[in-house]
């Protein structure tokens, strides 16, 4: 399949509209419509239908876009690292996975010291929830992963190193002016009345658990895609929400933090591949151990 096919699929997802991903990719939107055609009639499936306001993809569309929006990325760090090597640099990128939380946390004061200490070293991050980096590492996609053991757990796979670099703390997060927002630690039953906000199954099964542990069950009535949305969501007061530890550094001002009563845990990882280690993903797990032991 032609790859800039697939860019023009992505660029229209992303746009919502034919004639402006014609415009942005510099072709007709006649072009764009044959582009698309011709890749669903590959595919045997339709990728996209149209809507009031232009168009976006099927069900089928927004699984294929998700691939082809990796593929993509990595496309492109395949033509860098062959132009580097061509220009004369040397040296084996080192591509980082990290869940959202730690890629916000711990993972960027890691990398900046492990440049400090080891000097330049092509880079890059891909965020993503444990299964899904835990399998891109086995694939060879990436030289580390920073994980977490959260439901659904840590795989277990001979294939790779893990290695455990503590326990990280949930924290609640509230909207500034919150009664309850200058106490702490509290225990999690005064929170019992409260609306939840969660991002994925993994935190949502750990404040479960919590929860019934002092005798109750919370009401998780609202949803966010992500960390960040699920913060938005706190900052306006529609929820409160529990978050790992780590992220404390690193949240916006019109939300704070307070610590629990024994808080559930999770376990931090990292996970590399027992075969052909990346020649930095020691130094750099040495790093990481350090930042979050800080």
Same mark, same amino acid.
């Given at each position: 399949?032609?790859?800039?096919?697939?860019?023009?699929?992505?660029?229209?997802?992303?746009?919502?509209?034919?004639?402006?991903?014609?415009?942005?990719?510099?072709?007709?939107?006649?072009?764009?419509?044959?582009?698309?055609?011709?890749?669903?009639?590959?595919?045997?499936?339709?990728?996209?239908?149209?809507?009031?306001?232009?168009?976006?993809?099927?069900?089928?569309?927004?699984?294929? /876009? !998700? *691939? %082809?929006?990796?593929?993509?990325?990595?496309?492109?760090?395949?033509?860098? &690292? @062959?132009?580097?090597? #061509?220009?004369?640099?040397?040296?084996?990128?080192?591509?980082?996975?990290?869940?959202?939380?730690?890629?916000?946390?711990?993972?960027?004061?890691?990398?900046?010291?492990?440049?400090?200490?080891?000097?330049?070293?092509?880079?890059?991050?891909?965020?993503?929830?444990?299964?899904?980096?835990?399998?891109?590492?086995?694939?060879?996609?990436?030289?580390?992963?920073?994980?977490?053991?959260?439901?659904?757990?840590?795989?277990?796979?001979?294939?790779?190193?893990?290695?455990?670099?503590?326990?990280?703390?949930?924290?609640?997060?509230?909207?500034?002016?919150?009664?309850?927002?200058?106490?702490?630690?509290?225990?999690?039953?005064?929170?019992?009345?409260?609306?939840?906000?969660?991002?994925?199954?993994?935190?949502?099964?750990?404040? /479960? !658990? *919590? %929860?019934?542990?002092?005798?109750?069950?919370?009401?998780?009535?609202?949803? &966010? @895609?992500?960390?960040? #949305?699920?913060?938005?969501?706190?900052?306006?007061?529609?929820?409160?929400?529990?978050?790992?530890?780590?992220?404390?550094?690193?949240?916006?001002?019109?939300?704070?933090?307070?610590?629990?009563?024994?808080?559930?845990?999770?376990?931090?990882?990292?996970?590399?591949?027992?075969?052909?280690?990346?020649?930095?993903?020691?130094?750099?797990?040495?790093?990481?151990?350090?930042?979050?032991?800080?």
């Amino acid at each position: 399949m032609d790859l800039t096919v697939w860019r023009t699929f992505v660029t229209v997802c992303r746009l919502g509209s034919l004639s402006a991903a014609a415009a942005e990719l510099h072709h007709t939107q006649s072009a764009v419509s044959r582009q698309i055609a011709g890749l669903e009639r590959q595919l045997g499936v339709p990728l996209m239908e149209r809507h009031a306001r232009g168009v976006r993809p099927t069900p089928a569309g927004e699984v294929f /876009r !998700r *691939h %082809a929006l990796a593929t993509l990325n990595e496309a492109d760090r395949a033509v860098r &690292a @062959a132009r580097d090597v #061509g220009d004369g640099a040397c040296g084996r990128p080192l591509a980082v996975g990290a869940t959202p939380s730690l890629a916000a946390g711990i993972v960027p004061e890691a990398i900046r010291d492990l440049l400090e200490h080891a000097g330049p070293v092509r880079w890059s991050l891909l965020p993503g929830l444990t299964p899904h980096l835990h399998s891109r590492v086995i694939a060879g996609d990436l030289d580390i992963a920073v994980v977490t053991d959260a439901p659904p757990g840590l795989p277990n796979d001979p294939r790779v190193e893990p290695r455990f670099l503590g326990l990280d703390g949930m924290v609640v997060v509230l909207p500034v002016g919150h009664p309850q927002g200058e106490q702490g630690p509290l225990p999690l039953q005064v929170l019992a009345d409260e609306m939840w906000v969660e991002d994925n199954d993994g935190s949502a099964a750990l404040l /479960r !658990r *919590h %929860a019934a542990r002092a005798g109750f069950s919370p009401r998780i009535d609202l949803a &966010a @895609a992500d960390l960040h #949305g699920k913060l938005a969501l706190v900052a306006a007061g529609h929820a409160i929400a529990l978050i790992p530890g780590v992220l404390t550094c690193a949240l916006r001002p019109d939300v704070t933090a307070v610590t629990l009563v024994d808080p559930p845990t999770r376990g931090i990882y990292t996970v590399t591949p027992r075969r052909d280690p990346h020649p930095s993903a020691a130094v750099l797990i040495d790093r990481l151990a350090g930042v979050f032991a800080s």
